[in-house]
């Protein structure tokens, strides 16, 4: 597509519900990165995508929190057992690769709220 | 552990002048330097990237960056009411991992 789609755009969900937030990535992006911004904060990696290789997880701040793309495309973020500290937005972002030059593009963003 | 710093601001500048915004970074390897521009509510989007030592100029936007001294800096001439934002500075390091820093909130006073 012409830019990061994330989807959805707001979710409003209820405390120990699980919830799926997908991201598609620009057509040809080998690179998919996920992050998460609370309100007034930095951006806080969570996991990174590229090509085939094994993805980085280092940024997951729990077990409930997983991530996979299939395909080399579309990626879902699950949060399991959702707790109020998780609402936040969650941005996803794509790049042609990861050398030097490759900018990264993100989506608008799904908006979490935990209630 | 490899940082990225910024002053969170807010950085107060009055409209027409040059606002001019910094950020250091810890890792010697890292190799390319990117500018965001984040308006509140919405996600970020790339103003500049710089990998060369040296200025790089795209409109009223120059990106700076001192490899020896290890600092990035963006430079926003004839500042509007509309360049207010938070503004991303990340580096890209020797193992092409992002690096990014909290963002400098800038106020561009009518």
């Known amino acids: 597509g012409a830019g990061v789609s994330q989807s959805p755009s707001n979710k409003v969900t209820e405390k120990g519900k699980d919830v799926e937030l997908r991201c598609d990535p620009i057509?040809?992006?080998?690179?998919l990165y996920w992050y998460r911004q609370s309100l007034g904060q930095g951006l806080e990696f969570l996991i990174y995508f590229q090509g085939n290789s094994a993805p980085d997880k280092s940024g997951l701040p729990s077990d409930r929190f997983s991530a996979e793309r299939t395909g080399g495309s579309v990626s879902t973020l699950t949060i399991q057992r959702t707790q109020q500290e998780d609402s936040a937005v969650y941005l996803c972002a794509s790049s042609l690769g990861v050398t030097s030059g490759n900018t990264i593009y993100f989506g608008e963003g799904s908006w979490l709220t935990v209630v | 552990q490899k940082e990225v710093e910024q002053n969170s601001g807010p950085l107060s500048v009055p409209e027409g002048a040059i606002a001019s915004l910094n950020c250091t970074y810890s890792?010697?390897?890292?190799?390319?330097f990117f500018w965001y521009r984040q308006y509140s509510g919405k996600s970020p989007e790339l103003i500049m990237f710089?990998?060369s030592n040296g200025d790089k100029e795209d409109g009223r936007f120059t990106a700076q960056l001192n490899k020896a001294s290890q600092y990035v800096s963006l430079l926003i001439r004839d500042s509007q009411p509309s360049d207010s934002a938070t503004y991303l500075c990340a580096g890209r390091d020797s193992n092409y991992q992002l690096i990014w820093g909290a963002g400098t909130k800038l106020i561009i006073k009518p």
């Open positions: 710089i990998y």
């Open positions: 057509s040809g992006h080998t690179a």
């Open positions: 890792d010697r390897g890292s190799q390319s």
